[in-house]
Protein backbone atom coordinates (compact mmCIF):
# COMPACT_ATOMS: atom_id res chain seq x y z
CA UNK A 1 0.00 0.00 0.00
CA UNK A 2 0.93 4.07 -0.41
CA UNK A 3 2.27 5.68 2.91
CA UNK A 4 3.55 8.68 3.94
CA UNK A 5 6.93 8.07 5.86
CA UNK A 6 9.63 10.02 6.84
CA UNK A 7 13.06 9.00 8.50
CA UNK A 8 14.51 11.76 9.92
CA UNK A 9 12.96 14.88 11.83
CA UNK A 10 13.11 18.19 10.09
CA UNK A 11 10.86 19.84 7.81
CA UNK A 12 7.76 18.97 5.73
CA UNK A 13 9.81 17.56 2.79
CA UNK A 14 11.77 14.89 4.97
CA UNK A 15 7.89 13.29 4.31
CA UNK A 16 7.39 11.29 1.07
CA UNK A 17 5.11 8.43 -0.44
CA UNK A 18 6.69 4.87 -0.58
CA UNK A 19 4.85 1.72 -0.90
CA UNK A 20 4.94 -0.53 2.22
CA UNK A 21 3.55 -3.55 4.02
CA UNK A 22 -0.53 -3.45 4.54
CA UNK A 23 -1.00 -4.34 7.85
CA UNK A 24 -2.66 -7.06 9.38
CA UNK A 25 -5.53 -6.51 11.94
CA UNK A 26 -4.75 -8.26 15.26
CA UNK A 27 -7.42 -9.83 16.88
CA UNK A 28 -9.23 -6.65 18.44
CA UNK A 29 -8.05 -4.45 15.27
CA UNK A 30 -10.23 -3.37 12.46
CA UNK A 31 -8.42 -2.62 9.15
CA UNK A 32 -9.90 0.43 8.06
CA UNK A 33 -9.20 1.55 4.16
CA UNK A 34 -8.22 5.57 4.89
CA UNK A 35 -10.44 7.88 2.80
CA UNK A 36 -9.83 10.66 4.56
CA UNK A 37 -6.92 12.14 7.28
CA UNK A 38 -5.66 15.46 8.08
CA UNK A 39 -2.58 17.15 8.68
CA UNK A 40 -2.42 18.75 12.26
CA UNK A 41 -0.22 20.93 14.82
CA UNK A 42 0.62 17.48 16.51
CA UNK A 43 1.73 15.70 12.79
CA UNK A 44 3.87 18.82 12.54
CA UNK A 45 5.53 19.06 16.14
CA UNK A 46 6.21 15.43 16.05
CA UNK A 47 7.74 15.43 12.49
CA UNK A 48 10.11 18.40 13.94
CA UNK A 49 10.91 17.08 16.92
CA UNK A 50 9.22 19.36 18.69
CA UNK A 51 12.70 21.79 17.70
CA UNK A 52 10.00 25.46 18.08
CA UNK A 53 8.87 23.88 21.46
CA UNK A 54 12.12 24.86 23.34
CA UNK A 55 15.22 22.29 24.53
CA UNK A 56 12.96 20.51 27.28
CA UNK A 57 9.84 19.72 25.05
CA UNK A 58 12.32 18.53 22.23
CA UNK A 59 13.82 16.25 24.58
CA UNK A 60 10.74 14.86 25.71
CA UNK A 61 9.89 14.64 22.15
CA UNK A 62 12.61 12.68 21.17
CA UNK A 63 12.56 9.86 24.37
CA UNK A 64 8.70 9.64 23.40
CA UNK A 65 9.05 9.13 19.51
CA UNK A 66 12.61 7.90 18.72
CA UNK A 67 16.06 9.61 20.13
CA UNK A 68 17.78 9.60 16.79
CA UNK A 69 14.69 8.70 13.99
CA UNK A 70 11.54 8.54 14.50
CA UNK A 71 10.60 4.84 15.59
CA UNK A 72 6.85 5.44 14.31
CA UNK A 73 6.97 6.08 10.12
CA UNK A 74 4.42 7.33 9.09
CA UNK A 75 2.25 10.25 11.03
CA UNK A 76 -1.77 11.25 10.85
CA UNK A 77 -3.46 11.51 13.89
CA UNK A 78 -7.25 11.18 12.85
CA UNK A 79 -8.76 8.96 10.33
CA UNK A 80 -11.90 8.33 8.26
CA UNK A 81 -12.76 5.35 6.04
CA UNK A 82 -14.64 2.08 5.42
CA UNK A 83 -13.74 -0.65 7.99
CA UNK A 84 -12.05 -3.25 5.67
CA UNK A 85 -11.40 -6.66 7.73
CA UNK A 86 -11.51 -6.94 11.45
CA UNK A 87 -9.98 -9.54 14.15
CA UNK A 88 -11.85 -12.57 15.36
CA UNK A 89 -12.92 -10.66 18.53
CA UNK A 90 -13.86 -7.02 16.91
CA UNK A 91 -18.06 -7.18 17.99
CA UNK A 92 -18.35 -3.26 17.62
CA UNK A 93 -17.73 -2.44 13.91
CA UNK A 94 -18.26 -4.97 10.83
CA UNK A 95 -17.18 -4.77 7.62
CA UNK A 96 -18.12 -2.02 5.09
CA UNK A 97 -18.72 0.46 8.39
CA UNK A 98 -17.98 3.95 7.86
CA UNK A 99 -15.41 4.58 10.40
CA UNK A 100 -13.77 7.75 12.03
CA UNK A 101 -11.62 8.64 15.12
CA UNK A 102 -8.35 9.27 16.34
CA UNK A 103 -4.79 7.45 16.89
CA UNK A 104 -3.60 9.98 19.11
CA UNK A 105 0.20 9.59 19.47
CA UNK A 106 -0.15 6.07 17.85
CA UNK A 107 -0.53 7.87 14.37
CA UNK A 108 -0.45 5.92 11.36
CA UNK A 109 -3.25 7.53 8.97
CA UNK A 110 -1.31 9.01 6.26
CA UNK A 111 -1.45 5.81 4.42
CA UNK A 112 -3.97 3.57 1.80
CA UNK A 113 -4.82 1.56 5.31
CA UNK A 114 -4.54 1.22 9.40
CA UNK A 115 -5.32 -1.01 12.03
CA UNK A 116 -6.63 0.52 15.14
CA UNK A 117 -8.23 -1.35 18.43
CA UNK A 118 -12.16 -1.32 18.19
CA UNK A 119 -11.58 0.25 21.82
CA UNK A 120 -9.72 3.15 20.41
CA UNK A 121 -11.58 6.62 19.79
CA UNK A 122 -13.39 5.27 17.07
CA UNK A 123 -17.20 5.33 15.81
CA UNK A 124 -19.16 4.98 13.00
CA UNK A 125 -19.80 8.24 10.86
CA UNK A 126 -22.37 10.54 12.17
CA UNK A 127 -25.51 10.70 9.80
CA UNK A 128 -25.05 12.69 6.68
CA UNK A 129 -21.13 13.24 7.32
CA UNK A 130 -18.87 12.89 4.34
CA UNK A 131 -15.33 11.21 5.05
CA UNK A 132 -13.27 14.49 4.65
CA UNK A 133 -16.05 15.93 7.65
CA UNK A 134 -15.52 13.28 9.82
CA UNK A 135 -11.50 13.09 9.88
CA UNK A 136 -11.55 16.84 10.61
CA UNK A 137 -13.93 16.11 13.82
CA UNK A 138 -11.13 14.43 16.58
CA UNK A 139 -8.24 17.10 16.77
CA UNK A 140 -10.07 19.78 17.71
CA UNK A 141 -13.00 18.75 19.21
CA UNK A 142 -10.49 16.37 21.55
CA UNK A 143 -8.29 19.30 23.03
CA UNK A 144 -10.70 21.70 23.09
CA UNK A 145 -12.75 19.56 25.44
CA UNK A 146 -9.49 18.40 27.41
CA UNK A 147 -9.02 21.91 27.85
CA UNK A 148 -12.37 23.03 28.90
CA UNK A 149 -13.30 20.38 31.30
CA UNK A 150 -11.10 21.31 34.64
CA UNK A 151 -13.20 24.90 34.46
CA UNK A 152 -16.85 23.22 33.96
CA UNK A 153 -17.99 25.30 31.28
CA UNK A 154 -21.62 25.99 32.47
CA UNK A 155 -24.56 28.33 31.89
CA UNK A 156 -23.63 32.33 33.16
CA UNK A 157 -19.39 31.52 33.19
CA UNK A 158 -18.03 34.04 30.45
CA UNK A 159 -15.15 32.67 28.41
CA UNK A 160 -13.17 34.27 25.92
CA UNK A 161 -11.24 32.50 23.31
CA UNK A 162 -8.24 33.45 21.99
CA UNK A 163 -7.50 31.67 18.61
CA UNK A 164 -11.14 31.01 18.11
CA UNK A 165 -10.68 30.43 14.02
CA UNK A 166 -8.32 27.39 14.75
CA UNK A 167 -8.70 23.55 14.81
CA UNK A 168 -9.33 23.51 18.82
CA UNK A 169 -10.75 27.43 18.84
CA UNK A 170 -12.94 26.41 16.35
CA UNK A 171 -14.37 23.65 18.55
CA UNK A 172 -13.98 25.41 21.59
CA UNK A 173 -16.08 28.00 20.45
CA UNK A 174 -19.15 25.36 19.79
CA UNK A 175 -18.47 23.38 22.82
CA UNK A 176 -18.30 26.29 25.27
CA UNK A 177 -21.80 27.48 23.54
CA UNK A 178 -23.10 23.88 24.19
CA UNK A 179 -22.70 24.19 27.10
CA UNK A 180 -24.02 27.23 27.42
CA UNK A 181 -21.34 29.43 28.94
CA UNK A 182 -21.36 32.82 27.43
CA UNK A 183 -18.59 32.84 24.47
CA UNK A 184 -16.47 35.43 23.22
CA UNK A 185 -14.77 35.44 20.33
CA UNK A 186 -11.04 36.93 19.73
CA UNK A 187 -10.03 36.50 15.89
CA UNK A 188 -8.49 38.38 13.35
CA UNK A 189 -11.34 40.30 10.50
CA UNK A 190 -11.32 37.72 7.93
CA UNK A 191 -12.48 34.75 10.34
CA UNK A 192 -15.14 37.06 12.37
CA UNK A 193 -18.09 35.61 10.17
CA UNK A 194 -17.45 32.38 10.66
CA UNK A 195 -16.85 32.57 14.52
CA UNK A 196 -20.19 34.08 14.46
CA UNK A 197 -21.45 31.28 12.78
CA UNK A 198 -20.51 28.69 15.41
CA UNK A 199 -22.12 30.83 18.11
CA UNK A 200 -19.71 33.37 19.31
CA UNK A 201 -22.16 35.60 21.71
CA UNK A 202 -19.61 38.05 21.30
CA UNK A 203 -16.65 38.80 18.53
CA UNK A 204 -13.54 40.66 18.99
CA UNK A 205 -10.95 41.61 15.86
CA UNK A 206 -7.51 41.39 17.63
CA UNK A 207 -6.18 43.72 14.53
CA UNK A 208 -8.41 46.35 15.89
CA UNK A 209 -8.96 46.01 19.34
CA UNK A 210 -6.47 44.50 22.10
CA UNK A 211 -8.82 42.46 24.28
CA UNK A 212 -6.42 42.96 27.51
CA UNK A 213 -6.85 46.45 27.06
CA UNK A 214 -10.91 47.17 27.18
CA UNK A 215 -11.56 46.61 30.55
CA UNK A 216 -13.56 43.41 30.60
CA UNK A 217 -12.68 40.74 32.65
CA UNK A 218 -13.60 36.38 32.06
CA UNK A 219 -14.25 33.74 33.96
CA UNK A 220 -12.51 31.80 31.86
CA UNK A 221 -9.56 32.87 29.16
CA UNK A 222 -8.54 30.01 26.87
CA UNK A 223 -5.92 30.27 24.61
CA UNK A 224 -6.64 28.03 21.98
CA UNK A 225 -3.54 28.85 19.58
CA UNK A 226 -0.75 29.54 22.05
CA UNK A 227 -0.33 33.06 21.28
CA UNK A 228 -0.74 34.75 24.21
CA UNK A 229 0.67 34.09 28.17
CA UNK A 230 -1.08 34.26 31.59
CA UNK A 231 0.77 37.43 31.94
CA UNK A 232 -0.63 39.06 29.63
CA UNK A 233 -3.83 38.43 30.31
CA UNK A 234 -4.33 37.79 33.64
CA UNK A 235 -5.80 41.53 34.16
CA UNK A 236 -8.73 40.95 32.07
CA UNK A 237 -9.48 37.32 34.32
CA UNK A 238 -11.96 37.51 37.34
CA UNK A 239 -10.88 36.99 40.82
CA UNK A 240 -11.02 33.01 40.98
CA UNK A 241 -10.75 33.05 37.39
CA UNK A 242 -8.35 30.80 35.07
CA UNK A 243 -6.27 30.96 32.36
CA UNK A 244 -6.33 27.68 30.07
CA UNK A 245 -3.47 26.73 27.86
CA UNK A 246 -2.87 24.90 25.06
CA UNK A 247 0.60 24.11 24.71
CA UNK A 248 4.18 25.71 26.72
CA UNK A 249 6.37 23.99 28.77
CA UNK A 250 6.13 27.39 30.86
CA UNK A 251 2.72 27.55 31.42
CA UNK A 252 3.07 23.78 32.37
CA UNK A 253 5.12 24.55 35.81
CA UNK A 254 2.64 27.60 35.92
CA UNK A 255 -0.08 24.83 36.03
CA UNK A 256 1.79 22.54 38.58
CA UNK A 257 2.71 25.55 40.95
CA UNK A 258 0.18 25.23 43.93
CA UNK A 259 -0.72 28.58 44.83
CA UNK A 260 -2.54 31.07 42.75
CA UNK A 261 -1.34 34.69 41.61
CA UNK A 262 -4.89 36.56 43.34
CA UNK A 263 -6.91 33.93 43.10
CA UNK A 264 -6.36 32.87 38.93
CA UNK A 265 -4.80 29.93 37.97
CA UNK A 266 -3.03 28.59 35.02
CA UNK A 267 -4.91 24.95 34.02
CA UNK A 268 -3.25 22.59 31.64
CA UNK A 269 -5.43 19.74 29.50
CA UNK A 270 -4.75 16.59 31.86
CA UNK A 271 -6.96 13.92 31.26
CA UNK A 272 -6.78 12.06 27.81
CA UNK A 273 -10.39 11.76 25.84
CA UNK A 274 -11.72 8.26 25.20
CA UNK A 275 -14.28 6.51 23.51
CA UNK A 276 -16.97 8.19 25.86
CA UNK A 277 -15.94 11.62 24.46
CA UNK A 278 -16.08 10.69 20.19
CA UNK A 279 -19.39 9.16 20.94
CA UNK A 280 -20.61 12.69 23.11
CA UNK A 281 -19.41 15.07 19.95
CA UNK A 282 -21.10 12.13 17.73
CA UNK A 283 -24.38 12.50 18.72
CA UNK A 284 -23.80 16.67 19.18
CA UNK A 285 -23.11 16.55 15.39
CA UNK A 286 -26.00 14.23 14.02
CA UNK A 287 -27.72 16.79 16.75
CA UNK A 288 -26.81 19.74 14.31
CA UNK A 289 -24.76 21.15 17.44
CA UNK A 290 -21.09 20.63 16.05
CA UNK A 291 -19.30 21.02 12.56
CA UNK A 292 -16.26 20.11 11.78
CA UNK A 293 -14.25 23.28 9.78
CA UNK A 294 -12.50 22.52 6.83
CA UNK A 295 -9.84 25.05 5.73
CA UNK A 296 -8.68 23.34 2.55
CA UNK A 297 -7.78 19.74 1.32
CA UNK A 298 -5.41 17.69 -0.87
CA UNK A 299 -4.50 14.75 -2.24
CA UNK A 300 -2.25 12.37 -0.24
CA UNK A 301 0.18 13.12 -2.68
CA UNK A 302 0.47 16.71 -1.44
CA UNK A 303 1.56 15.76 1.87
CA UNK A 304 4.37 18.24 1.81
CA UNK A 305 2.15 21.54 0.16
CA UNK A 306 -0.41 20.65 3.29
CA UNK A 307 1.95 20.36 5.34
CA UNK A 308 3.98 23.70 4.26
CA UNK A 309 0.51 25.68 4.81
CA UNK A 310 -0.57 23.93 8.37
CA UNK A 311 3.00 25.59 9.23
CA UNK A 312 1.93 29.10 8.37
CA UNK A 313 -0.12 28.70 11.69
CA UNK A 314 -2.73 30.70 9.39
CA UNK A 315 -5.29 27.62 8.61
CA UNK A 316 -9.03 28.32 9.14
CA UNK A 317 -10.18 24.92 10.90
CA UNK A 318 -8.66 22.02 9.86
CA UNK A 319 -6.82 20.61 6.59
CA UNK A 320 -7.34 17.93 5.38
CA UNK A 321 -5.89 14.71 3.04
CA UNK A 322 -8.26 12.85 1.09
CA UNK A 323 -6.88 9.54 0.04
CA UNK A 324 -8.37 7.49 -3.19
CA UNK A 325 -6.80 4.12 -2.42
CA UNK A 326 -5.39 1.59 -5.32
N1 LIG B 1 -3.74 20.50 16.97
C1 LIG B 1 -3.08 19.69 17.79
O1 LIG B 1 -3.02 18.48 17.62
C2 LIG B 1 -2.43 20.27 19.02
C3 LIG B 1 -2.16 19.46 20.10
C4 LIG B 1 -1.61 20.05 21.25
C5 LIG B 1 -1.36 21.40 21.26
N2 LIG B 1 -1.59 22.13 20.17
C6 LIG B 1 -1.31 23.55 20.22
O2 LIG B 1 -2.54 24.22 20.23
C7 LIG B 1 -2.42 25.45 19.56
C8 LIG B 1 -3.51 25.56 18.51
O3 LIG B 1 -3.47 24.50 17.60
P1 LIG B 1 -4.48 24.53 16.39
O4 LIG B 1 -4.20 23.33 15.57
O5 LIG B 1 -5.87 24.74 16.86
O6 LIG B 1 -3.99 25.87 15.66
P2 LIG B 1 -4.23 26.31 14.19
O7 LIG B 1 -5.46 25.67 13.64
O8 LIG B 1 -2.97 26.17 13.43
O9 LIG B 1 -4.52 27.87 14.38
C9 LIG B 1 -4.57 28.65 13.26
C10 LIG B 1 -5.38 29.90 13.58
O10 LIG B 1 -4.67 30.68 14.51
C11 LIG B 1 -4.96 32.03 14.31
N3 LIG B 1 -3.78 32.82 14.65
C12 LIG B 1 -2.58 32.74 14.06
N4 LIG B 1 -1.75 33.62 14.66
C13 LIG B 1 -2.45 34.24 15.63
C14 LIG B 1 -2.15 35.24 16.59
N5 LIG B 1 -0.96 35.79 16.67
N6 LIG B 1 -3.13 35.61 17.45
C15 LIG B 1 -4.34 35.06 17.39
N7 LIG B 1 -4.70 34.11 16.51
C16 LIG B 1 -3.76 33.71 15.64
C17 LIG B 1 -5.31 32.18 12.82
O11 LIG B 1 -6.54 32.84 12.67
P3 LIG B 1 -6.76 34.42 12.61
O12 LIG B 1 -6.31 34.88 11.25
O13 LIG B 1 -8.23 34.55 12.82
O14 LIG B 1 -5.94 34.96 13.70
C18 LIG B 1 -5.56 30.74 12.35
O15 LIG B 1 -6.90 30.57 11.94
C19 LIG B 1 -1.00 25.50 19.00
O16 LIG B 1 -0.21 26.24 19.90
C20 LIG B 1 -0.58 24.06 19.00
O17 LIG B 1 0.82 23.92 19.14
C21 LIG B 1 -2.16 21.62 19.05
Not at 55 to 71: Q, W
Not at 99 to 124: I, K, P, S
Not at 189 to 202: C, I, P, Q, R, Y
Request: net charge positive.
Amino acid sequence: MKAVVYDRYGPPDVLRLEGVERPVPGDDEVLIKVRATTVNRLDCATRDANRRSGLAIALISRIVFGIRRPRRRILGSEVAGVVEAVGGSVRQFAVGDHVFGATGLGFGAHAEFMCVRENARMAHVPTGLSFEQAAAVCDGAFNALSCLRPVHPRKGQTILIYGASGSIGTAGVQLARYFEAHVTAVCSTKNLELVKSLGADAVIDYTQEDFTKNGQTYDVIFDAVGKLSFRRCKGSLKPGGSYLATDGFRNLLLALRPWSAGGKKVRFPSSMPTKREILFIKELIEAGRYRPVIDRSYPLEQVVDATRYVETEQKTGNVVLTVSGS
